[in-house]
C-alpha cells in the first residue's frame, strides 16, 4: 500500500514562505490525485489544493494566489509552496488522495505562522 511522509514544516513569520514535500512509496502513486489537507487546532482537516496526475489543480478560495501544488511522478513527490503566509494558515499539513483516505495517512508536519 502507498504510505507517505510529510516534510518541510516550521515556524514562519506571517509574510514568509515555506515549501513542504510528500514523498510516497509504492510504484501506483502516479495513478492517484494527490492533494494537501491542514488542520488547526480545534478544527476539522480541510482541503487546501490537489493536483491530478496530469497536472490540473484546484485550491481552496483561502490560499488561492498565494499557494501552489506541483507533483513529480517520477519522483514519486507531491509539493506545496506556500508564501504570503497568514497566522490563519497554521496547521498540522497532510497528503492523501482525493477524495481522501484511499492511502494511509502520515503523520503530517506542523506549520505555525507567528511574529
Known sequence: QVQVVESGG????PG??????????????????????????????????????????NYADSVKGRFTISRDNAKNTVYLQMSSLKP??????YCNTRPSGLIRWGQGTQVTVSS
Not at 516550521?10 to 513569520?13: A, E, K, R, S, T
Not at 501506483?28 to 497536472?55: C, D, H
Not at 490563519?88 to 499539513?93: H, Q
Request: aromatic residues 10%.
Open 88 to 93: 490563519e494558515d497554521t496547521g498540522v499539513y
Open 10 to 13: 516550521g515556524l514562519v513569520q
Open 16 to 57: 514568509g514562505s515555506l515549501r513542504l514535500s510528500c514523498a510516497a512509496s509504492g510504484s501506483i502513486f502516479s495513478m492517484y490525485i494527490m492533494a494537501w489537507y491542514r488542520q488547526a487546532p480545534g478544527k476539522q482537516r480541510e482541503l487546501v489544493a490537489s493536483i491530478t496526475n496530469v497536472g490540473s489543480t
